[in-house]
DNA sequence: TCGAACGTTCACATGGATGTGAAGGTCAAC
DNA sequence: GTTGACCTTCACATCCATGTGAACGTTCGA
């Protein structure tokens, strides 16, 4: 039985760093921090070179994402497996402090997302207005 | 004619800088800071200390939810005078590139909260099937 | 009139996400 | 076998929102 995918994302793709930093935007450096906080994880070629496969590009958007609205790394690192798919493998990290987590950070997102909106839409409506008699 | 109100928010309330911290959940330290970096004004009494009025904390609040959605200061200073009501006063202020910025700005919030919703959206589901069987 | 609670400025510290550069190893191509 | 593009680690720098504290003036009530 041959090994195909682990956690780190190796034996797949053979992915170097300079690939994926291209395909998602992100600053080498920045993936080696991601990787140091625990958001991603690589394995290492014979050379020490970190190796990746296909999904990393999806996780480091995802990172990104994340980052992006406010999380900090620490909370990422938290929510991030549960976000995994396939979904079912992870029930075991349900912890109930794990759950209040999270629970907290969905509701700081739809306040977030309230926020975001109402100032957009208001920015929105004055743009409009300026348009239409500026 | 007298004056009543002014962008500084003087001559109507006399909340001074720890009603208006205490009000907003904001602290001193950083009230000033937001006045530093020119988001807030504030007059001054005979003594020196900072007057405010009770529009300071609708303000206030607003910039803290900016600053929590992600945005600088910077950006948010930029902003603010289109969010204020009553809005006509301020057709004076849109020059060419600060409509460029602030549709810049209205895209980039309008991918934040996509972003956002999908995770938040995501946690949820976990949350869910979580309750459900776990 | 004294002390507590508030205000002021100045200035340095911290933490998180990044930028940047040095010093060096690996590897493919010419 | 040397060049150039890639990788490695280490480490210091920066930006921004904050924390914190010193040194000092003001207000107010017992």
Same mark, same amino acid.
């Given at each position: ?38 958001? $991603?994880?690589?394995?290492? *070629? ?7 496969? +296909?999904?990393?590009? !999806? =996780?480091?958007? #995802? ?25 079912? $493998?992870?029930?075991?990290? *349900? ?7 999270? +629970?907290?950070?969905? !509701? =700081?997102?739809? #306040? ?23």
């Amino acid at each position: 039985m041959d090994v195909k995918v682990n956690t780190a994302g190796c034996d797949m793709g053979h992915m170097r760093i300079g690939e994926l930093a291209e395909r998602t935007g992100t600053a080498r450096r920045l993936l080696r921090y991601y990787e140091e906080q625990g958001l $991603i994880a690589a394995c290492r *070629a014979a050379n020490g070179y970190r190796e990746y496969d +296909e999904r990393m590009v !999806d =996780r480091v958007l #995802q990172i990104r994402g994340l980052l992006d609205a406010g999380l900090p790394t620490r909370i990422i690192k938290q929510i991030l497996p549960c976000l995994d798919s396939p979904r079912v $493998i992870h029930f075991s990290d *349900a912890t109930p402090e794990m759950i209040a987590t999270l +629970e907290v950070e969905r !509701d =700081r997102m739809t #306040q977030r997302i309230l926020c975001l909106t109402r100032n957009r839409d208001a920015i929105a409506a004055y743009l409009e207005e300026v348009r239409g008699d500026g």
